[in-house]
């Protein structure tokens, strides 16, 4: 069993949907929940970072963590032509300065919004 | 401005002859990381280096050589590739004292294709 599971898509959905992408991992450790976006032909950045559960916005993304189920979600509202990408989801036990720095990447969903 | 360069971009080489792609970054970061990202099995750790002359294998070191002599750069090093190497490989870099935990700055990426 792989410690990330990310449904690779790919996803259409119309512009101006609500759109939902999800990742379950199984190491309880993991405390840092990352979203990565990457655009074809670039590298990931970063779109959202969370610590342990909650929620967090910014903007049209709410990033959620459930750890109690080991469940992570990424939402996007109203979304843009311009959100198609592949989003990442990403997990980490240690903060910068600790035993690794290693992140454990989801396989990535594919996102294409349609005008 | 602030960035991770890497070249190559896009290399076809035969097995067996050596090759290096370079990683340079100007943000004078500590961290920086090897990545290659393959369909279905998402971004996986090469090697990392928490600064000069310190590395350490991640993932799939296997076939793969780093060195870190200078701060700025990661040069990862095919000393004979295969053709199970073929793939997109990222080089990343995280600031001693990141805001955001673990944020990695991606570099654009190098396809490599070996025949």
């Known amino acids: 069993q792989k410690e990330v599971e990310q449904d690779p898509g790919p996803l259409s959905v119309p512009e101006g949907a609500i759109v939902s992408l999800n990742c379950t991992y199984s190491n309880s450790a993991f405390q840092y929940f990352m979203w990565y976006r990457q655009y074809s032909r670039k590298g990931p950045e970063l779109l959202m970072y969370?610590?342990?559960?909650g929620n967090k916005e910014d903007g049209r993304f709410t990033a959620q963590v459930d750890k109690s189920s080991k469940y992570i979600s990424l939402f996007i509202r109203d979304s843009q032509p311009s959100d198609s990408a592949t989003y990442l989801c990403?997990?980490?036990?240690?903060?910068?300065?600790?035993?690794?720095?290693?992140?454990?990447f989801g396989t990535g969903t594919l996102l294409a919004v349609q005008p | 401005e602030a960035q991770v360069t890497q070249n190559p971009r896009y290399l076809i080489t035969v097995t067996g002859k050596k090759l290096t792609v370079t990683c340079s970054q100007n943000?004078?970061?500590?961290?920086m990381s090897w990545y290659r990202q393959d369909p279905g099995l998402g971004l996986r750790q090469i090697y990392y280096s928490m600064n000069v002359e310190v590395t350490d294998k991640g993932d799939v070191p296997e076939g793969y050589k780093v060195s870190r002599k200078e701060k700025r750069n990661f040069p990862l090093i095919l000393e004979s590739p295969s053709p199970n190497q073929t793939s997109l490989y990222f080089c990343a870099s995280i600031p001693s004292n990141p805001s955001v935990p673990d944020t990695q700055y991606f570099g654009p990426g190098t396809r490599l294709t070996v025949l």
């Open positions: 943000m004078n970061h500590e961290y």
């Open positions: 990403a997990m980490s036990a240690w903060r910068y300065g600790g035993a690794t720095n290693k992140l454990i």
């Open positions: 969370t610590y342990s559960s």
